[in-house]
């Protein structure tokens, strides 16, 4: 028994800031955004908020995935930015959209929350408690942000992701996930605060946790890098993507990329980018894929999943 995606979702606020119009708040430009992170722009709520988001996206996912609410099990958020502490994000959502008969929590991993979230379910599924799960990635960093600190509020974007997932036979899908808290300075967020980070720190972590963590699952699984279909990374920076790329050996054009127009979403990424890829066309039903996450926490991981 494993879980399958049955079905993507996504919503993002039409609100676009782009590389100019924050060139305009801070002492930064287009072309260095640009050069040093692949973004172009991000959007930013109005009157979206993490919770609504999160609506949206599920509705989506769930159409897509031709099911009723009342058939989910399971609704695990992930966020770090939700409007609503208690109740939580996911029963908001169970309340919104009817799924009466879901378990309903959120979690926080930062912007490996959507594979935490992933794992979580696997499990359910796996012991035979959860047959079919809806997990969604919904954030607001715009909320989060210090727009004074062009290290940051250049990076960040709002959106949320959701996929339904279904007990089905076949393959083991598999998880790897790390942490490390002696490093959870280098990224940081206190309750009513505003997100601080050592840019390069991060940056570094990343290319040197990411592809181990990949070949540490690949090895797990017994695959080789070039069956995979797709790589599908947290969506943090291009210059990381590639380098990650590089480091595994693997063409570019293997690591599918949307960050040019969201930024840096947070656990929304993997999911925006997983409906965006089906939607296209650009993945499909027996194809294998490797998502990979990583950020605050430390925390960092990745998961095979056949769709
Ligand atoms: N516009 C213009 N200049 C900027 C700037 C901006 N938005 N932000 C920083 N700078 C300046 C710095 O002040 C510094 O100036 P100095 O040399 O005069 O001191 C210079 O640019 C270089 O800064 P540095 O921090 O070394 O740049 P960098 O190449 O490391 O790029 C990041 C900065 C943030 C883009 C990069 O470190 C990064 O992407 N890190 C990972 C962050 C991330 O992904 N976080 C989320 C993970 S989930």
Redesign the pocket.
Known sequence: MTGRIAGTGSYIPSQVLSNEDLSKI????DQ??RE??GVLRRHIVKQDTTVSMAVKSAEAAILDAHINPEELDMIIVSTISSNLLMPCTACEVQKKIGAVNAACFDLNA??SGFLVAYSTVLGYIEMGIVKKALIIGSECMSKLLDWSD???C??FGDGAGAVVIEAADGEKGAVVLHSDGEKGNA?CLETHGKIT?N??E??RF?VSNVPKVIEELLHKMGKQREEIDAYIL?Q??Q??LDAIAKRLGVDKKYFPSNIREYA?T?SASIPILLDELKKNGDIDKGQQLILAG???GLTWGAAYIRI
């Not at 801070?26 to 430009?29: A, E, L, M």
């Open positions: 801070v002492d930064t430009s260095w955004i040093r992170t930062a912007c062009r290290s940051t250049i990076l990224l980070m840019g390069q991060v940056f990343a947290h943090a920076n210059r990381i840096n947070s990583f950020g605050g």
